[in-house]
Structures are given as C-alpha cells and as structure tokens.
C-alpha cells in the first residue's frame, strides 16, 4: 500500500470519533465521512504500521442513514463531524459507544437506554467561544480547521443559537471598523484572541466577552458603546489574557458595561452566571437531564445531599427544596459565590457550596463524620479520583447519581465503585450535543 493510492473499501463499522472504519489488506483503515454499509474509492492518506487514513475520492454505494448536509468541509470535520448522519441513527451511535465500552469492560449485562434525543438538533448550544484571527489581511471570526490553528472564516456556526451568530458577525464588524487588530499567537502580538457569547434561553440576555491580550486598547470605549448597542446584550466584559498560552480565558474579568452576569432558568429556579463560570449549553436539553438524574436519586425530605462538581450549584439547587440539606464543591471560586448566590436568590438556605478539588474536599468532610444520602457527581471528562471514591463510600450514601460526559471514564469509576459494595443496571445516554461524537450518560449506583 502506498500513499496517494486508490483504494475500493467496504465501510463496516463507526470509530468512537465517527470515522468511518474498513478493513482492507491485513490493515485498519479510517476515513473521514464515509458510512457503514457505503462502498467507496478512497485515497490513502497516511499509512502507518497496522492502520492508515483514507478520505472519500467517490461513493459508490450510499448508505441509506446519509444525510446531505449542505455544510463546508472544515465546519463538517472540525465543528459538526456526525452532520451527515440522520439523527436517529447519531443517537444510535452514542449507545453503541457505551455498549462497546460495558462490552469490553465484562459488563455486558447493564443495560444502556435508548439515547434520550435532544429537543433541538442544531443551534441548540447557548454559548460560543471563537477565535479571531487575521485572515487575508483582516479581522476575522470562525473556528481552528481540526488539529490546526488555521482559521476558518465563518458566520453561521451551525450548532449555536442563531441569536449568539448575529451578536458574533455585528461584534466582528465594529472590531474591523476601528481596526483594532486581531491577535498573533505567533509573536503574542495584536489584540482579539476570541469572541465569547452567551445567550440566556430563558430571558434573552446576552454577554458579550471580548477575550483581549491588554486590559486596554485603542478606541475601547467607544467599541464598547457600540457593542452596546447591540439588540439584547446585556452585558459587555473584557476578559485579560496577556499570555502565550493555548488556555482561553486568562484569570482576570473586567465590566466594560452593564450587568456582571447573565440570568438564565432550568425549570424554575434562576441562575445568574459569571464569565467564568461553567453552564450547560444545550438549554432545552439540560432540564431533561436533570429530570432524569434527579428521578434516578429518589429524593426523601430528611435526605442530606451533595452536589459535586457543582458548577454554579445547578443540581443541587433544583432538588434542595425537596430535601434536609445540600453541600457541594467546585474548583472555580466565581463559580462557588454563583451558587451560594444563586441559593439566595431563590430563596434555599438548606444549600452551601465551597471552593476546592472534590477529591480533597470530600476527603475531608468524610473525615469530620459527615454522613450522606444521595451524591450526585458531574465530573469533567477525565472522571473521579480513587481518593474521591473511597472518601464518598466512607459518608455511606444510598444512592451515588453519576451524570458524565465521557462513559470510558465513567465505567472505569463505576467498576471502583461495584468493588466497594455498590451496583448499578442501566446506563442512559442523553444528546446534549448533536451533530457531534460527545456522549453524555446518566445512571444510579446503589449500596447492596
Ligand atoms: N454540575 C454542573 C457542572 C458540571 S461541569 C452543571 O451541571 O452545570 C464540571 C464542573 O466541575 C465544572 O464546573 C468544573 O469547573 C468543575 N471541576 C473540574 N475539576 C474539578 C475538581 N477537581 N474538583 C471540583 N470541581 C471541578
């Protein structure tokens, strides 16, 4: 096999990143949009010992799930990589992964829900982080072409609320009228690194961030008076980031003008947000999630819950009107004061949430003899820790609701979990994010 050279492959099998999978000559070979059950000429790409990458040069035989997506290449790759996949069968593709993952891990007798799918399969995200960059000698919005920092010119993102797109395109067009330059990441020069904005679902109020490399610039002011303008935003924050670094958002926010944060509701509870602070951002799908997790827990009035890797204290301030009491953690502080906040805001004073890493601060609360009912966890991708498991075990809950957003790390924590005296039956997939590979599940461990 050499590179450049045409293949015919017959497309069996989805990879975990929907890559579309055949087997040709001994070798495993991955391309890019192809389907299972299509039989297409592909080119190789890049050959290495047992694999190589291939890309679609004719399809000669359809699948039937294809959907033809009128979408650039790059935003189909870089943004939207399931978009050519009918909906039903993306979210058939999310259970197979946890299927595989339980399959491989011998627990091929938990059973995996159908995919709850999400109200709405694009526009649905309620924030959007851009880069911005010069392109053809001016200042342009868009995405990084996938595992590059080229910039692809874009206007309609696709998978985010179109009211956050107009908000980004009239933000773009006040930044170029002043000249004010886009950031060089090369030299660590220029000024607009990214374009953050966040649209409230429930009240329309939108922040606008600009994610700048000085606290200061030319024409500031009156850039800021014109995005001010802006039909619905509410909010205009200066976020420094002085650093050569790929991380998004340096540590200091500053007003430029109107609110510090943004409203939004899940259900009926209120919730201000911070810039920095993390919010679910499919609105209309988090709710269901939430329903889910929270049925799952069976609440009882006496019952004292935590609530870690809280966030701005979503889930436990939705159940705390339910239950005795809710203590939870989170390791971003404007986050922490948002759901201390937040549980004043709506009238809770059964709820405290505090500053740390869950696995120290649960440690400690074990070891002050707290004793626990129900946890709910909503750990990032890379999961729990050993130390936050055995440090939860020891408050002696009934119920642990474990809500992830990367099942291979949730099943290696539920196995920790099963050694130490507790058992789960199902795992429920929920589509937070269409059009995409991101898989987020739900399920309830309980004490034997
Ligand atoms: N439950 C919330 C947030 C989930 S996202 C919601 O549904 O909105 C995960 C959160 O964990 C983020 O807010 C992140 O800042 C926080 N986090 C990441 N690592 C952490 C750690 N080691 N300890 C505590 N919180 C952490």
Request: hydrophobic share 40%; with cysteine; proline share 5%.
């Amino acid at each position: 096999m050499k590179k450049n050279e045409i293949v015919e492959l017959d497309i069996t099998d989805l990879s975990y990143e929907a890559m579309g999978v055949a087997h040709y000559e001994g070798m495993t070979i991955f391309v890019n949009n192809a389907l299972p059950g299509e039989k297409i000429k592909a080119k190789l790409l890049k050959i290495k010992k047992n694999f190589a990458f291939a890309k679609i040069e004719k399809i000669i035989k359809e699948s039937p799930d294809r959907v033809n997506v009128k979408l650039n290449h790059w935003v189909q790759t870089g943004l939207a990589s399931l978009a050519h996949i009918k909906y039903d069968k993306q979210l058939e593709f999310k259970r197979n992964q946890v299927v595989n993952l339980l399959h491989k891990a011998d627990l091929d007798k938990i059973e995996v829900g159908q995919t709850l799918p999400s109200p709405q399969e694009v526009g649905y995200r309620n924030k959007a982080q851009v880069p911005v960059r010069k392109v053809k000698g001016q200042l342009d919005i868009g995405f990084f072409r996938r595992h590059s920092h080229d910039l692809v010119p874009l206007t309609n993102f696709f998978t985010t609320d179109p009211e956050i797109d107009r908000v980004l395109v009239a933000v773009r067009d006040i930044l170029r009228k002043y000249n004010v330059p886009a950031y060089d990441e090369i030299h660590n020069k220029g000024e607009i690194r990214y374009l953050d904005v966040r649209r409230s679902k429930a009240t329309g109020e939108i922040m606008v961030i600009l994610v700048a490399l000085h606290k200061d610039f030319e024409h500031l002011q009156d850039i800021t008076q014109e995005i001010s303008q802006i039909d619905k935003v509410t909010s205009i924050v200066l976020n420094h980031n002085p650093k050569k670094t790929n991380v998004i958002l340096g540590k200091k926010d500053y007003l430029l003008w109107g609110e510090p944060q943004i409203t939004d509701k899940i259900g009926d509870v209120s919730f201000k947000i911070s810039p920095q602070s993390f919010f679910q951002i499919n609105s209309l799908q988090t709710p269901r999630l939430y329903d889910l997790a929270i049925q799952k827990a069976d609440l009882k009035p006496d019952d004292v819950v935590i609530d870690a890797y809280s966030g701005i204290g979503t889930i436990g301030l939705s159940v705390a009107k339910h239950v005795k009491a809710v203590r939870g953690m989170e390791v971003i502080k404007p986050a922490v004061d948002d759901a201390n906040a937040n549980a004043k805001l709506n009238g809770i004073t059964n709820a405290e949430y505090v500053v740390g890493k869950a696995e120290e601060v649960m440690p400690r609360w074990a070891k002050e003899g707290l004793k626990t009912d129900v946890i709910f966890v909503d750990p990032p991708r890379k999961g729990l820790t050993p130390e936050f498991i055995d440090a939860a075990v020891e408050t002696d809950p009934k119920k642990i609701v474990y809500i992830s957003c990367n099942p291979a790390t949730m099943v290696r924590d539920l196995q920790l979990f099963q050694e130490q005296g507790y058992d789960f039956n199902e795992i429920d997939p929920v589509d937070m994010f269409p059009q995409t590979p991101h898989v987020e599940a739900v399920t309830v461990l309980e004490k034997k």
